[in-house]
């Protein structure tokens, strides 16, 4: 009985767990690619876009002003 009960709520922590690493690694990674344009550019070709320099631009544009739109926002 106590070993159900113990691996479900294991279960259950490390689901949660897993979810805030991934969430965390994904934040960092996005950082990154703002000060990175050929990170920016792989990851599109990855997703089938091809971005020329104007577009790459653009949208290192829009992730920095979306950071800036949400300064109150605790970043970690």
Do not use: C
Request: aromatic share 8%; hydrophobic share 40%.
């Amino acid at each position: 009985m106590w070993t159900a009960i113990i691996s479900i709520i294991t279960l259950i922590v490390g689901a949660v767990g897993g979810f805030f690493v991934g969430v965390y690694y994904l934040r960092k990674q996005l950082e990154k690619m703002q000060n990175d344009p050929e990170a920016l550019k792989k990851m599109a070709k990855q997703m089938g876009y091809n971005l020329n320099n104007n577009q790459m631009q653009k949208a290192q544009q829009m992730m920095k002003n979306q950071q800036q739109q949400h300064p109150g926002k605790k970043r970690r």
